[in-house]
């Protein structure tokens, strides 16, 4: 934007601003009080206008006359725009980091929700909470593979496998991305499991994918900020092999706790609304469909450990203690 630009729009939301708890005002009138010519009026204020009205500070109403006008509907929406005007004057920038592609939970410091991508993933939000049917700026086809398991110790509790994505910091089925090089959706789910689950290699022989259906979900990305349109082609695996190795990022989660809202991992929420909408679409449901491996799994102590850290934490202690309580015996 050149500095004349700069300034003469500077100059229409100063105008603007005075217009609070005033008579509504035209655009004539308002390119008149900025200093404008009347041809640069009918070209700058209505640009102007247009755009800060998309923040709600504008009240539309009609004149006397029979002409369109605007107020601005607080004193508060008048110091923004007035914020607005010195920000322009001062040529400087409000959001920042635009670069950064990772979209925080609330509570918010300044420096996150001034973040250009964080502040996008509030606005799109409200757009979409605003408009079910929001036009999604992006599209993204995503693959995600269905692991469930029973675990020895645990009955017949069915358990589903969820991996964590850092960027989008929640914990969602194995999968991601389809990419160009992948060739169709089954061969990015292969190569997903085979990136995400240690030392897995598929084998036809020994390993099924069964394709599922395909969901479509619309909601804001947790990595870019933007209303995307997601189509999750949903597969299934069933193996032969006799343990499924995990990474450190993974996790299984019991059924009764796949879609409650409030269940947390440490601090981080579950994406499976994919996997919600197919619960629905299902023959009996995720219930009904088979397990991936034969045999109820071990868990590693790894996974004890991980699963429930302040039990290990008191096992361990107690076994320290009860070591260190046998010492004078044996001297």
Request: hydrophobic fraction near 45%; aromatic fraction near 6%; glycine fraction near 10%.
């Amino acid at each position: 934007m050149t500095e004349v630009a700069r300034t003469q729009t500077a100059a229409v939301l100063e105008c603007l601003a005075q217009q609070s708890g005033a008579v509504p005002v035209t655009v004539e009138e308002l390119g008149h009080g900025a200093g404008l010519a009347p041809d640069e009026a009918n070209r700058v204020v209505p640009v102007v206008l247009a755009l800060v009205g998309a923040f709600g500070v504008l009240r539309e109403e009609v004149t006397q006359d029979g002409a369109p006008a605007v107020a601005v509907i607080s004193s508060q929406a008048a110091y923004f725009l007035r914020s607005l005007a010195a920000y322009l004057r001062g040529d400087q920038a409000i959001l920042d980091n635009w670069e950064r592609a990772v979209i925080e939970g609330g509570p918010y410091t300044g420096g996150q929700v001034l973040a250009g991508p964080q502040f996008l993933h509030l606005v799109e939000s409200r757009r979409l909470a605003l408009d079910a049917d929001a036009v999604p700026l992006r599209e993204v086809d995503v693959v995600q593979v269905v692991v469930k398991v029973r675990h020895r110790g645990r009955g017949t509790r069915d358990q589903y496998l969820l991996q964590y994505d850092e960027r989008a910091r929640q914990y969602q089925l194995p999968g991601g991305h389809v990419r160009s090089s992948d060739g169709n959706r089954r061969a990015a789910a292969v190569r997903e499991l085979e990136e995400e689950l240690t030392g897995y290699v598929h084998r036809p022989d020994r390993d099924v994918l069964t394709e599922l259906g395909t969901i479509e979900a619309v909601q804001p990305s947790r990595t870019f900020g933007a209303v995307t349109a997601y189509r999750v082609a949903l597969f299934h695996l069933k193996t032969d092999a006799e343990r499924l190795l995990l990474g450190p990022g993974a996790r299984w989660v019991a059924a009764e706790r796949l879609f409650d809202p409030d269940f947390r991992i440490g601090h981080a929420t579950l994406n499976v609304t994919a996997l919600s909408r197919l619960d629905g679409t299902l023959p009996g449901g995720l219930r009904g469909l088979p397990l991936s491996v034969p045999e109820p799994l071990t868990r590693t102590v790894r996974e004890l450990i991980r699963e429930r850290p302040w039990e290990a934490a008191g096992l361990a202690v107690g076994v320290i203690g009860l070591a260190v309580s046998l010492i004078p015996l044996f001297l």
